[in-house]
C-alpha cells in the first residue's frame, strides 16, 4: 500500500506541476504563431468582450489619437488614450508628414503603447493610401496608375506596387485603401486616373499584379512581413456615375455588371489574394453598396471565397442613413452596414461604437460581430504583427528611395509615354543641330528648364516662360485664372524668336481631382475640352509657321482638338512620376523611343459619350451629323520611333473544343532604325450570340522589345472561359459558333483571323 500511496503522490506531483502549463498554453493559444491562423482568431475571439471585438471594428484618423511633439517625441491625445484599453482595428494615416524614418519610429512607440494597453496585446493595422506612390512624405514619387496601364507592361506594374508596399511597411504602416479596380470610361469623373481604363482584361491584368505586387507575392502559405495588405476598391461600379459626379446615383445594366465591372475585382480576390476590400461610395441600380447583402456576402465571400476584411469608405456606414436615406437612423444604419458584410467602419465614433448598447437589445447581431471582429484578427495574424509588430528604422533609412526605387520611377515614366502625333518624323530631335528652343505654356515646370539643358547639351539653346497658372490651385472649389494677354504676348514672342515649339498644355491636377463628400469640394467637370485658352495660345504658336511640339499633361481623357490639329507632335503624359521632365527630355531627344499605347479612347467630343472600343456592334452604326467619324484617337493607339510589320496571324487549329485551347502566333518585325518596343494585342470577336456582344473584346497583349530588322514570334493563347458571357437567363453561358481573332497595333488596326468553337 505504501508503494502505490508513494507512486500516487509522485505521478499527482508530476500532474500538479505541469497543469499551469497546459493552462497557460491554452489560455494563450492564439499566440502560438505554429497553430492555423484560424485556430487562433477563434481562441481570441472566444476570450474578448463585446466592446473588445467591437474596437476591432473601428478606424479612425490617425492625427485624432497621436502626434509628434515639438520636440519629436510621440504625443497620444486625451481622446485617444479612451480607445486603448479595448483596441483598435485600425488608425489612417499616422505620421503622414514624417519623413520615413520618422514615421517608423514614432509608429513603432505608438504600437508599443496600443499592445501595452489592451489585455490581450492586440496590434492596430495602421493604413494610408497609394495614388502616386505612397502618400506620404519622402516616398518614391510614381506616376498615376493610369499611366501604369499606359505601359501596358504586368511586370513594371507589379515591381511599382511592390515598391509602394515595401515602402509602406518601412514606415510602419500595414494596409493601403488602393489599389482601383474600377473601369474608367467617363473622362468627367475627377477620379479616372486611378484606376486602369476602360477595358476589363487591361484593368483585370493591372489590377492582380498591382495586388500581388502590393502585398509581396502573398499567397496565404505564410504570413505577409515584408510587404503589407491591399484594400481593393471601390467594389463596384462607382466610376459610373451618373453624369461623372462623385456620390451621384450608379445605373448600369446587370450584364455589363457581371460582365465588364465585376471580373477585375473577383480576380483580385481569387488570383491577387486581396486582403481587403472597401465598398463603393454609391449605389447598385438603387442599392446602396455599403447595405448591399448580396454584394458584399453572396457574391464576395459566398461565390468568390473573400476571407478578408471589408473596410467602409470614409464615414459610408452613416451615410446609409444621412445621405443615402435607405436607413431611418444611425442605429439602422448600422445594421444595415454589418448584415451587409461591412466589418470596419473608416473615421466614424458614432456609428459601430453603438453597437455594445444596441447588441443588449438585439442578440441577433453578435455573430455579425464576431464576422467583423474575426475578419480584423485574422488580417492581423496574417500580417505577422502578433510575431513582430515593429519595423527596423535602420531598414527603412537604406531602402526607403534606394537608387533602385527610382530607376523603378523613371522606368515607369519611359514606359508609359504615349506618342500620338508625329508629324514628318520630326521626333526625335537631334542633339548635335544647333538650334533655340521655347519651352512654354502654363503646365511648365520649375524644373524643367534645367532639365532639358542636362539633357540635350551644349549645342542647344532654351528659353522658358509659363506665362500663368491654370487655376487658382484651390483644392475646395478650384476656378480658372482670369485671361492673361501679356503673359499669351510673351510666350508668343519667344516662340517666334525660336526654331521650335515645345507646349506644355493640358490640364492640372485641380482640373480632376476627387470631389470628397463635404458639398464645397468639386473634381469632377461637365466638359473635357482644355481649359482656358490654350486652344488659342497653341493656334497663335502655329501661325508662325514653325514647328510645334506638345507635351499634353492630366489627368482626364481630352478632347484637344484644336490642340491635335495645330500640333506637329504630340506626346501624351498623363502624370508622370517625379523625374516627369527628365524622361520627356529623354523621349524627345531619342535616347529612347515611347513606347506606351493609350489605355482609352480619346473621343471628339462630349456629345460622344459614352464612348469605348468595346461597347455594342450596333453602338458605331450611326455618326452623328457635322462630326468626323470614329474617336480622335482609339483604345490601344501609340506610335513608335520604329516601324513594326505584322504577319498573318496563325491558329493552331480552326476549331475550339470545349476543353481545348487554341494557340494564336504573329511574327512581329521591326523594320525601322532604332531599338523599340512594341505593345501587341489581340482581340476577340464573337460574330453572333444570343444576346448583343461588344464589337471586339481585348483578350491578350504582350510588350516585346527589337532591335531594327529582328522578328519575333508573338504566341497568345485562347481558352473557353474567354468566351462566356451573362446569357437571356442572366447566367454564364458559352455558345458554339464563329469568332473572329485580331492580332494588330491598336484597337483599330489589325490582321483577322477565325475560328469556330464547338
Known amino acids: 500500500m505504501n508503494f502505490l500511496y508513494n507512486n500516487y503522490k509522485r505521478v499527482l506531483s508530476i500532474v500538479l506541476m505541469i497543469i499551469p502549463y497546459i493552462i497557460i498554453a491554452q489560455e494563450f493559444a492564439y499566440k502560438d504563431a505554429s497553430l492555423p491562423i484560424e485556430d487562433r482568431v477563434n481562441d481570441l475571439l472566444s476570450r474578448m468582450t463585446v466592446e473588445e471585438k467591437v474596437g476591432q471594428m473601428l478606424m479612425f484618423g490617425a492625427p485624432r489619437v ?408 484651390n483644392k475646395k472649389r478650384p476656378e480658372l485664372t482670369p485671361r492673361n494677354d501679356e503673359a499669351l504676348d510673351k510666350m508668343v514672342a519667344l516662340a517666334k524668336d525660336a526654331d521650335v515649339s515645345i507646349l506644355f498644355v493640358g490640364g492640372d491636377r485641380f482640373t480632376a481631382q476627387e470631389a470628397t463628400f463635404f458639398k464645397w469640394v468639386i473634381g469632377d467637370r461637365a466638359t473635357i475640352e482644355p481649359v482656358g485658352v490654350q486652344d488659342e495660345f497653341i493656334q497663335r504658336v502655329k501661325a508662325l509657321g514653325k514647328p510645334v511640339i506638345v507635351v499634353l499633361k492630366h489627368r482626364r481623357t481630352l478632347s484637344f482638338n484644336v490642340i491635335n490639329n495645330n500640333a506637329d507632335v504630340v506626346l501624351d503624359c498623363w502624370e508622370m512620376t517625379e523625374f516627369g521632365d527628365e524622361l520627356v527630355a529623354k523621349a524627345l531627344f531619342g535616347e529612347f523611343s515611347p513606347s506606351g499605347k493609350l489605355p482609352v479612347t480619346v473621343p471628339r467630343t462630349i456629345g460622344q459619350i459614352p464612348y469605348h472600343y468595346s461597347m455594342k456592334e450596333i453602338s458605331f452604326f450611326k455618326d452623328y451629323l457635322f462630326l468626323e467619324s470614329g474617336p480622335l484617337y482609339p483604345f490601344g493607339y501609340g506610335l513608335s520611333y520604329a516601324k513594326f510589320s505584322y504577319s498573318e496571324p496563325k491558329l493552331s487549329s480552326d476549331v475550339l473544343e470545349r476543353d481545348g485551347t487554341i494557340q494564336v502566333s504573329v511574327d512581329v518585325t521591326n523594320t525601322g532604325k532604332v531599338n523599340a518596343k512594341e505593345v501587341v494585342q489581340m482581340y476577340v470577336k464573337d460574330m453572333f450570340g444570343s444576346v448583343l456582344r461588344p464589337d471586339k473584346e481585348l483578350k491578350g497583349f504582350n510588350k516585346i522589345e527589337l532591335k531594327p530588322g529582328e522578328t519575333k514570334t508573338v504566341q497568345f493563347t485562347i481558352t473557353p472561359d474567354m468566351l462566356v458571357f451573362t446569357g437571356v437567363e442572366m447566367k454564364p453561358i458559352l455558345e458554339a459558333g464563329d469568332y473572329e481573332v485580331m492580332v494588330g497595333t491598336s484597337s483599330q488596326e489589325y490582321k483577322k483571323v477565325s475560328f469556330r468553337l464547338k
Open 66 to 473: 497621436a502626434r509628434k511633439g515639438k520636440d519629436g517625441s510621440l504625443v497620444i491625445t486625451d481622446w485617444g488614450k479612451l480607445y486603448f484599453t479595448n483596441g483598435l482595428g485600425g488608425l489612417k494615416f499616422p505620421f503622414k508628414s514624417a519623413n520615413p524614418e520618422e514615421s517608423a519610429r514614432l509608429n513603432n512607440e505608438l504600437q508599443k503603447k496600443i499592445i501595452a494597453s489592451n489585455r490581450f496585446g492586440i496590434p492596430t493595422l495602421f493604413v494610408g493610401e497609394a495614388y502616386n506612390g505612397v502618400d506620404a512624405r519622402g516616398c518614391t514619387r510614381f506616376g498615376r496608375p493610369l499611366n501604369l496601364a499606359a505601359s501596358w507592361n504586368v511586370n513594371l506594374t507589379h515591381d511599382v506596387w511592390s515598391t509602394i508596399g515595401r515602402e509602406s511597411r518601412l514606415r510602419g504602416w500595414h494596409m493601403v485603401h488602393s489599389p482601383v479596380g474600377d473601369i474608367a470610361r467617363d473622362p468627367r469623373f475627377g477620379r479616372m486616373s486611378e484606376g486602369y481604363g476602360e477595358d476589363t482584361f487591361l484593368t483585370t491584368e493591372m489590377l492582380v499584379a498591382a495586388v500581388t505586387g502590393v502585398q509581396g507575392d502573398y499567397n496565404k502559405t505564410k504570413p505577409n512581413t515584408t510587404h503589407i495588405g491591399a484594400v481593393v476598391k471601390h467594389f463596384a461600379g462607382y466610376s459610373q456615375v451618373v453624369g461623372g459626379r462623385n456620390f451621384a446615383a450608379v445605373e448600369v445594366s446587370p450584364r455589363v455588371l457581371r460582365d465588364e465591372l465585376l471580373p477585375p475585382f473577383k480576380a483580385a480576390v481569387q488570383r491577387g489574394h486581396a486582403l481587403a476590400i472597401m465598398p463603393s461610395h454609391g449605389d447598385i441600380n438603387g442599392v446602396a453598396s455599403h447595405g448591399n447583402p448580396w454584394l458584399l456576402t453572396d457574391l464576395l465571400r459566398k461565390q468568390w471565397g473573400f476571407n478578408g476584411y471589408v473596410v467602409s469608405d470614409a464615414y459610408d456606414v452613416g451615410r446609409l442613413n444621412f445621405l443615402m436615406k435607405v436607413a431611418e437612423n444611425i442605429e439602422e444604419a448600422v445594421k444595415l452596414g454589418l448584415k451587409a458584410g461591412v466589418d470596419l467602419d473608416l473615421y466614424s465614433e458614432d456609428v459601430y461604437e453603438l453597437l455594445p448598447e444596441m447588441v443588449k437589445k438585439d442578440p441577433s447581431l453578435m455573430p455579425y460581430i464576431n464576422r467583423a471582429a474575426g475578419d480584423m484578427l485574422r488580417t492581423k495574424f496574417i500580417m505577422g504583427l502578433f510575431e513582430n509588430p515593429y519595423i527596423d528604422v535602420n531598414e527603412t533609412k537604406k531602402e526607403v528611395r534606394s537608387k533602385a526605387n527610382l530607376d523603378l520611377a523613371k522606368k515607369m515614366d519611359e514606359e508609359s509615354l504615349i506618342l500620338l502625333k508625329n508629324e514628318n518624323e520630326i521626333l526625335p530631335l537631334d542633339k548635335k543641330e544647333s538650334k533655340k528652343i521655347a519651352l512654354i505654356g502654363p503646365l511648365l515646370g520649375e524644373k524643367t528648364l534645367n532639365t532639358f539643358k542636362n539633357i540635350a547639351g551644349n549645342e542647344i539653346t532654351f528659353v522658358a516662360e509659363k506665362g500663368y497658372e491654370l487655376t487658382n490651385r
